[in-house]
């Protein structure tokens, strides 16, 4: 089993209606010879849904440099990830019209190309560019172990809560809250701090950890954070699926609200 990657180590909204409509979209994956054609096509459809999704939402998600985990022969997994990252904050209802199709490519390559409709709902309204949060890290590839500080800039009094979302993970372990928690209870901020903060660092430290269970050859992994700011404290839990998390953010009015993602790598320890 997996563990989370963010360990607290211890020193002792009301839902609003959502736009939904149905489109096109296509995604498509080239893949070697040794990956199987099944996880090829899983691949492309991610793609797919994460287009129908920016379509519908009309949001242009910044890319963020995530890749790093190539240098350890992981390309891969990291851009399934990272596409599967830009569907978050929409919620696909249902597909129909599923076609897929496989073509070779040249000197071996295959391309998985999956084309479908998809009923896509995401929240009503507009963001409000005055309701802004900046969000850093200490660092942006960290190694077994090493602390995690994350810093908060908001532009504006907000409620801020901070997420983790862990790829390899399964149901309501693929969605954790790390902030607020048990040693860090502030529902609001309304200027720069700091996760932890300087009174509550004393209790307690967030850390990285190398996944457990992880196959040898993987050497680095990627993992993400969202910071969710709200004009009012919103009850969330403190575990998720991306899908049933997916389907809370889209009821959350865009001009109410501000999701910013974050992506860090983290290297197996001894490397």
């Not at 607290?8 to 489109?23: D, G, N, S, Y």
């Not at 793609?47 to 790093?68: F, M, N, S, Y």
């Given at each position: 089993?997996?563990?989370?990657?963010?360990?607290?180590?211890?020193?002792?909204?009301?839902?609003?209606?959502?736009?939904?409509?149905?489109?096109?979209?296509?995604?498509?994956?080239?893949?070697?010879?040794?990956?199987?054609?099944?996880?090829?096509?899983?691949?492309?459809?991610?793609?797919?849904?994460?287009?129908?999704?920016?379509?519908?939402?009309?949001?242009?998600?910044?890319?963020?440099?995530?890749?790093?985990?190539?240098?350890?022969?992981?390309?891969?997994?990291?851009?399934?990830?990272?596409?599967?990252?830009?569907?978050?904050?929409?919620?696909?209802?249902?597909?129909?019209?599923?076609?897929?199709e496989t073509a070779a490519e040249v000197e071996g390559y295959r391309k998985c190309t999956v084309a479908l409709e998809a009923d896509v709902k995401v929240a009503e309204g507009r963001a409000d560019p005055g309701f802004d949060l900046g969000v850093a890290l200490n660092n942006a590839v960290f190694r077994d172990g090493e602390a995690l500080v994350v810093s908060l800039k908001p532009s504006q009094p907000m409620a801020v809560q901070i997420f983790q979302w862990l790829p390899y993970e399964k149901g309501e372990a693929q969605i954790a809250r790390i902030f607020p928690n048990a040693f860090d209870t502030a529902e609001r901020i309304d200027r720069p701090v700091t996760v932890p903060t300087d009174t509550a660092a004393r209790r307690y430290a967030m850390k990285v950890g190398f996944p457990v269970g992880m196959p040898a050859r993987r050497k680095m992994v990627d993992e993400y954070l969202m910071v969710v700011a709200t004009r009012k404290p919103v009850n969330f839990r403190d575990a998720y699926s991306l899908d049933d998390f997916n389907r809370l953010l889209s009821e959350l009015p865009r001009g109410d609200r501000r999701i910013v993602r974050r992506a860090y790598n983290i290297v197996r320890g001894g490397e």
């Open positions: 089993m997996t563990r989370p990657l963010v360990a607290l180590v211890l020193l002792l909204a009301l839902p609003a209606p959502a736009a939904a409509e149905w489109v096109r979209a296509t995604g498509s994956f080239l893949f070697p010879p040794v990956m199987p054609e099944a996880e090829a096509c899983q691949a492309a459809e991610e793609r797919a849904r994460a287009d129908a999704v920016r379509q519908v939402g009309g949001e242009t998600l910044a890319a963020e440099d995530i890749l790093r985990c190539t240098e350890q022969g992981d390309e891969a997994d990291c851009a399934r990830n990272s596409t599967v990252w830009t569907a978050v904050g929409g919620d696909i209802r249902a597909v129909r019209g599923r076609t897929v």
